[in-house]
């Protein structure tokens, strides 16, 4: 994995807080820092799209005739297959 070298301009309210997370031990250097802030996103961001895509499953999916209580009994019958339940 190649690396790519950024220059970023922060205020001094940024770079105090920075220095703070370092200084707390809970990184070693700024673009630690940095790339942890940058996997956090696109964790994120990954959440984001596959809530998005079940959203949207469920809209395309269309209206359904089940009742609320059959309904929570198929999701609790799928926890208990799984042992979530």
Do not use: C, P
Not at 26 to 37: A, G, K, P, Q, W
Not at 63 to 85: C, F, H, W, Y
Request: proline share 0%; net charge negative.
């Amino acid at each position: 994995m190649g690396t790519t070298r950024k220059t970023i301009t922060l205020t001094d309210k940024q770079d105090q807080w920075i220095k703070a997370q370092i200084a707390a031990g809970e990184y070693t250097n700024d673009s630690e820092y940095i790339r942890d802030l940058v996997r956090r996103d696109q964790e994120d961001n990954a959440k984001f799209l596959t809530l998005k895509q079940a959203i949207q499953d469920g809209l395309s999916s269309g209206v359904s005739d089940k009742s609320v209580t059959d309904i929570m009994e198929e999701v609790e019958s799928r926890l208990r297959a799984d042992g979530r339940l």
